[in-house]
Each structure stands twice: as C-alpha cells, then as structure tokens.
T-cell receptor
C-alpha cells in the first residue's frame, strides 16, 4: 500500500541494548525525517535526510544513528538505549522545496527499562 | 530554538470560529509558513501552507500579515474533532529546508 509505515509500532527494550526503528515510504520523496515526542516537549527533530546517502543532525541527535542507503528507507538506530530515550518516535517524508507537505507515520512507541 | 511562537493552549466553543496565532518575526523571504495538527494518539497531519497571500482549503484558512512576521490559522466552525495540537512551522525554499523545527504548538480544546 502507498504511504509511510513505521515498524515496530511498539517496542520494549532494556538499557544498553541496540534498537532499530524502521521507516519506509512509497512515494520516492527526497526528504525524510525522524522526530521524537515527549510530554512537555512537543516534536523534536532528531535527524533528517535530503536524499539517499545525505543525512543531517536535527535538534537532538545525540545517542542516535541514521542511514539512508535507499530513497525509500530511513532507519533510526539507538546503539545503546537509555531510559531517557523512552519516547514516541515519528518518521515523516516530503518532497523537496518550501511547499513540500510532510507526511507522518503512525509512530513507534519505545520503552527503555 | 523554534523559529515560531505560539500560545500553549486555547479554548473554543463548538461551531464558533477559531483564530490560532503564530509569530515568526525572523522569517526570511524564502520561508513558507506551514500548519500541521496532531489529533490525540496520532501522527501530525498537514493543514495548510502559504507564502505571502492568504490561503483557503477545505480544512482551514491561513491569514498572513503583510510584513509576514505573523500568521493566523482560521477554523471557520470548530467541531469536537478539531480538538488537537496545532503547529506552525517555517520551511525554507532553499538550503535549510530539511531543518524543520516544530516546537510545542497550541493545544486547542473545543467545548460542546
């Protein structure tokens, strides 16, 4: 189906473990984004990508790693998860340009014990 | 830091118009003004965007000040389904167009 999908939707892990959140879009949008959302903080940008093999840091990149080997995929990896990374993570994609509308996934809820 | 400033919360009565303000005093000439909303337990969704002129679509209207330092999202007749967090963001046409900062938005409550 066309759209943007995130997996897993729910994940519980332990401190120190590696976790990868997947994001896949079918529109061939050039831009992709990862945000986290915590109570009291709104949406905060972690990383974004303008195209395959081009990534940039956002507001809160520490503790996260991204890659974009294919246009349609933008995985987010927590190499050693911490409790402070417990959050809801949203992936988004858009066309390039100032008019580009962002399309968001349904979110991945991550709990780090 | 967010490039836009919005009130933390607003209240409205059902079937009345709602005006949601956004200040963006440092806006540049190539920045588009975008509005998104986030319903409870969902990802944000696009509402409307504009550059200089006022814009209308089926969801809302966007009024942009002449100096572009502020804008207002107008919901013409609020419904209970419009209760959400509304975000105003700026998206550049050029280089930094991927650095999209949302901030905390305005939580709109709609009373029946």
């Amino acid at each position: 189906d066309a759209g943007i999908t995130q997996s897993p939707r729910y994940k519980i892990t332990e401190t120190g473990r590696q976790v990868t959140l997947m994001c896949h879009q079918t529109w061939s949008h050039s831009y992709m984004f990862w945000y986290r959302q915590d109570l009291g903080h709104g949406l905060r940008l972690i990383y974004y990508s303008a195209a395959a093999d081009i990534t940039d840091k956002g507001e809160v990149p520490d503790g996260y790693v991204v890659s974009r080997s294919k246009t349609e995929n933008f995985p987010l990896t927590l190499e050693s998860a911490t409790r402070s990374q417990t959050s809801v993570y949203f992936c988004a994609s858009s066309e390039a340009g100032g008019t580009g509308e962002l399309f968001f996934g349904e979110g991945s809820r991550l709990t780090v014990l | 830091d967010a490039k836009t400033t919005q009130p933390n919360s607003m209240e409205s009565n059902e079937e009345e118009p709602v005006h949601l303000p956004c200040n963006h005093s440092t806006i540049s000439g190539t920045d588009y003004i975008h509005w998104y909303r986030q319903l409870p337990s969902q990802g944000p969704e696009y509402v409307i965007h504009g550059l200089t002129s006022n814009v209308n679509n089926r969801m809302a209207s966007l009024a942009i000040a002449e100096d572009r330092k502020s804008s207002t999202l107008i919901l013409h007749r609020a419904t209970l389904r419009d209760a959400a967090v509304y975000y105003c963001i700026l998206r550049a046409y050029g280089g930094s167009q991927g650095n999209l900062i949302f901030g905390k938005g305005t939580k709109l409550s709609v009373k029946p």
